[in-house]
T-cell receptor, first 113, second 111 residues
């Protein structure tokens, strides 16, 4: 079945550092790809998405590009802030029927001032 | 516009007890989902619904039942709770554009 693999966490960075969180996927079809963010004590929020190859999703300074040739959707931010501390989930949807999401295991990010 | 709400926020059960978690959405979404979140495992789909009166099994359905009698509500039931069902439960809903909206979660502990 479809699956998503994220880089192991936790990740700890200093404020203003460059962030990359790797995400790769396997899928039999042509999925849509997502990054969700979970702040402490809250539910998940959609951070960005991409629905076709070479699409770049972006939001709040975060970016990710849908790379079909490498089956990847890596999350990047040029200068992180303390407020970016959260758990980040990569996910895919097969875009069929019930639009079910398959999640990666999550990467906990901590930004130190 | 409250989005997706879940009740209760916290619950402690003894092994063998039953309970129902309620999810409500006010966005007129057709699709609704129940997930569980366990450390290091991301979110796993328990059951889902593609419309009022429909339900289907997800990845980890054993020990749970669901009902969708009204479009805006999706109930998750545990008939006989087990310690392995200690988890954080999230409900989500979705409309036409693949984006799922999540509730704040219910933290369940089974002792």
């Amino acid at each position: 079945g479809d699956s998503v693999t994220q880089m192991e966490g936790p990740v700890t960075l200093s404020e203003e550092a460059f962030l990359t969180i790797n995400c790769t996927y396997t899928a039999t079809g042509y999925p849509s790809l997502f990054w969700y963010v979970q702040y402490p004590g809250e539910g998940l929020q959609l951070l960005l998405k991409a629905t076709k190859a070479d699409d770049k999703g972006s939001n709040k300074g975060f970016e990710a590009t849908y790379r079909k040739e490498t089956t990847s959707f890596h999350l990047e931010k040029g200068s992180v802030q303390v407020s970016d501390s959260a758990v980040y989930f990569c996910a895919l949807s097969d875009r069929m029927g019930a639009q079910k999401l398959v999640f990666g295991q999550g990467t906990r990010l901590t930004i130190n001032p | 516009n409250a989005g997706v709400t879940q009740t209760p926020k916290f619950r402690v059960l003894k092994t063998g007890q039953s309970m129902t978690l309620l999810c409500a959405q006010d966005m007129n979404h057709e699709y609704m989902y129940w997930y569980r979140q366990d450390p290091g495992m991301g979110l796993r789909l328990i059951h889902y619904s593609v419309g009022e009166g429909t339900t289907a099994k997800g990845e980890v359905p054993d020990g749970y039942n669901v009902s969708r009698l009204k479009k805006q509500n999706f109930l998750l039931g545990l008939e006989s709770a087990a310690p392995s069902q200690t988890s954080v439960y999230f409900c989500a809903s979705a409309g036409s554009y693949y984006e799922q909206y999540f509730g704040p979660g219910t933290r369940l502990t089974v002792t």
